[in-house]
């Protein structure tokens, strides 16, 4: 299984509501990232975990609070979201052995969720 | 911040004719991989260059990595209608406490025309 899924595919919601994004994998991956994609722009790093462990956090807003509960799933929990938070939420995994040449930094992206904040 | 730009910044070709996008970025780094992405969908990874190469093919695909001058291309041979797509670069960084730190250039939209 070389997927990675995320739900919901879209999401609308107010600035005062409380959501979750989820991510999940079954390659066997130990580093797994968040990106946010504004239209017609590259995708912007905002977090990534190895092992289960935070190891960057790209000084994203407290707003935007990153889960890894096991080494499959990823969550990002959103709270009092602004509008210009609109985006495509971007999930993706590696491997990430230590030891192994850089042939092995290939991330495999999910589909997205479209997220709309109203 | 960006750590790439990309030129073309959008490209319209026929199909059978070959496509080139190019890629310069500022620091060092391990490696520069090529990512497709369908209009509004996840990125699929199309080719990793190491830092110590100058040339990779895959299918279709032919990448060059000129460390010197921080810039790289993506040719694309015979095109088809289904490589309509946008195309990034991204470099590669290792990160201190695990993963890697993808830093996509601006991108290039080809179109491919029957």
């Known amino acids: 299984d070389t997927e990675v899924t995320q739900t919901p595919k879209h999401l609308v919601m107010g600035m005062t509501n409380k959501k979750s994004l989820k991510c999940e994998q079954h390659?066997?991956?130990?580093?797994m990232y968040w990106y946010k994609q504004k239209a017609k722009k590259p995708p912007e790093l905002m977090f990534v975990y190895s092992y289960e462990k935070l190891s960057i956090n790209e000084s994203v807003p407290s707003r935007f609070s990153p889960e890894c509960p096991n080494s499959s799933l990823l969550n990002l929990h959103l709270h009092a979201l602004q509008p210009e938070d609109s985006a495509l939420y971007l999930c993706?995994?590696?491997?990430?052995?230590?030891?192994?040449?850089?042939?092995?930094?290939?991330?495999?992206f999910g589909p997205g969720t479209r997220l709309t904040v109203l | 911040s960006q750590q790439g730009e990309e030129d073309p910044q959008a490209l319209s070709i026929q199909e059978g004719e070959n496509a080139t996008m190019n890629c310069s970025y500022k620091t060092s780094i391990n490696n520069l991989q090529w990512y497709r992405q369908n209009s509004g969908r996840g990125l699929v990874h199309l080719i990793l260059i190491r830092s110590n190469e100058r040339e990779k093919h895959s299918g279709r695909l032919r990448v060059t990595l000129d460390t010197s001058k921080k810039s790289s291309s993506l040719l694309i041979t015979a095109s088809r209608a289904a490589d309509t797509a946008s195309y990034f670069c991204?470099?590669?960084?290792?990160?201190?406490?695990?993963?890697?730190?993808?830093?996509f250039g601006t991108g290039t939209q080809l179109k491919v025309e029957l």
């Open positions: 991204a470099t590669d960084a290792v990160v201190t406490g695990g993963g890697n730190k993808l830093t």
């Open positions: 390659m066997g991956h130990r580093a």
């Open positions: 993706a995994s590696s491997q990430d052995i230590e030891g192994w040449t850089s042939d092995h930094n290939e991330q495999f």
